[in-house]
Nanobody, 119 residues
Framework: QVQLVESGGGLVQAGGSLRLSCAASGRTFSNNGMGWFRQAPGKERELVCSIDGSGKSTFYADSVKGRFTISKDNVKNAVYLQMNSLKPEDTAVYYC????????????WGQGTQVTVSS
């Protein structure tokens, strides 16, 4: 029913930029928070950033503050991640997710898109 599809990943040199997109279908998430997670080889999945349903409140992990920007388009039912000043440490599979309640965890997940940053 519900599907989230990420796109925009790829290979980029350190210091470069990428813009990830996540298109949701099967349900409207205009009133729901969304987030971006990533998982690097040999590491646990971690929350990169999140945004509330209105798109006004955001959260960023310390490692990406000042470099990444999350946004959502409630008309397109999509969420985006603008990544600037990329570092090799940002290399990971990036996943978008949706949470149905702001007090609980995330309920729907995309398949992931690979981001590789070379030095």
């Amino acid at each position: 029913q519900v599907q989230l599809v990420e796109s925009g990943g790829g290979l980029v040199q350190a210091g470069g930029s990428l813009r990830l997109s996540c298109a949701a279908s099967g349900r409207t998430f205009s009133n729901n928070g969304m987030g971006w997670f990533r998982q690097a080889p040999g590491k646990e999945r971690e929350l990169v950033c999140s945004i509330d349903g209105s798109g006004k409140s955001t959260f960023y992990a310390d490692s990406v503050k000042g470099r990444f920007t999350i946004s959502k388009d409630n008309v397109k039912n999509a969420v985006y991640l603008q990544m600037n000043s990329l570092k090799p440490e940002d290399t990971a599979v990036y996943y978008c997710a949706v949470r149905l309640s702001p007090t609980r965890g995330y309920n729907y997940w995309g398949q992931g898109t690979q981001v590789t940053v070379s030095s």
